[in-house]
């Protein structure tokens, strides 16, 4: 009679608190999920960067970068050298001198079906010693740099000027160009 008791009692509290109990859990259709529920992955790109110097119009130097990312992710290219530099008597810190390309890119989710055409963000910083006879009297080095920082809407495998910068010191101008290039 007691255990009858007991199972009864059980059983009334399951029935009692079974409703918050389903409240409490997700409830999971098991049904399968459709393709439009998910977002659309993005794609892979290679990003071919040029960096040149020119003179009075006239291409004099020229240098290739290329990077590979994904849509919506963020990668960097760097090449130089850390320099050290004395901050206070035998305290150092090291300075980037040299080629650094920073970039974002994102499929354009409102037409990435119907267009070539991607969001672009790129940073690039373009350092180097000068050369003597621009250093003057000076016993330290004289770092000189160049910084170009743009967003744009640059179509696939079209090669585009993602900025350019005049030398305040010189008839030299720089240019850092790109081309965006979808990756199978």
């Not at 255990?3 to 109990?21: S, Y």
Request: hydrophobic residues 40%.
């Amino acid at each position: 009679m007691l255990t009858r008791i007991q199972v009864g009692a059980v059983l009334i509290a399951a029935l009692m608190l079974a409703p918050a109990l389903m409240r409490a859990t997700p409830q999971d259709s098991g049904a399968p999920k459709k393709a439009s529920d998910s977002p659309e992955p993005g794609h892979s790109y290679r990003l071919d960067f040029t960096v040149s110097e020119l003179e009075d119009g006239k291409k004099i130097n020229s240098r290739q970068y290329s990077i590979n990312l994904n849509s919506g992710e963020v990668n960097e290219i760097k090449i130089g050298t850390r320099v050290p530099v004395e901050a206070k008597q035998g305290e150092f810190q090291y300075l980037d001198v040299g080629t650094s390309i920073w970039c974002r890119l994102r499929d354009r989710a409102d037409i990435a079906w119907l267009s070539n055409d991607v969001m672009l963000q790129v940073r690039s910083d373009l350092s180097n010693f000068a050369i003597p006879d621009q250093q003057a009297q000076s016993m330290r080095p004289i770092i000189r740099q160049v910084k170009i920082d743009s967003s744009a809407i640059a179509t696939v495998g079209k090669q585009m000027v993602v900025g350019s910068a005049e030398d305040p010191n010189s008839k030299r101008q720089f240019q850092v160009e790109v081309m965006v290039t979808r990756l199978k």
